[in-house]
């Protein structure tokens, strides 16, 4: 059976870092473009960072850059996102998605997503 399964979510301050992990299990992930989405309470899902089967592509929305980084670990069949100086917009249900081609953001159609994990900020 193929899953992604996120982790890494919870209660933090304003200021704190948290790191989230995508791990894939029935599938190779070192063959996928990794997405990784969140979707804030009320709002629409909006994308945050993506990177490419390689690591040699990566891309963030501008409210993250500088504070969010996307890495993997092909060994592990993992994708991490590393959160650093979060703020309560940074809250929201955050989700991993995984697609043959690298589109950071831009599929109508993802290959596999995950079920999500909670991170909320507190001010």
């Known amino acids: 059976q193929v899953q992604l399964v996120e982790s890494g979510g919870g209660l933090v301050q304003a200021g704190d870092s948290l790191r989230l992990s995508c791990a894939a299990s029935?599938?190779?992930?070192?063959?996928?473009?990794v997405d990784w989405f969140r979707q804030p309470p009320g709002k629409e899902r909006e994308f945050v960072a993506a990177?490419?089967?390689?690591?040699?592509?990566?891309h963030y929305t501008d409210s993250v850059k500088g504070r969010f980084t996307i890495s993997r670990e092909n060994a592990k069949n993992t994708v991490y996102l590393q959160m650093n100086s979060l703020k309560p917009e940074d809250s929201g249900v955050y989700y991993c998605?995984?697609?043959?081609?690298?589109?950071?953001?831009?599929?109508?159609?993802?290959?596999?997503w995950g079920p999500g994990t909670q991170v909320t900020v507190s001010s």
């Open positions: 990177i490419d089967w390689s690591s040699s592509n990566t």
């Open positions: 998605a995984a697609d043959r081609t690298y589109t950071y953001g831009h599929n109508s159609a993802y290959d596999y």
């Open positions: 029935g599938l190779p992930l070192s063959i996928y473009a």
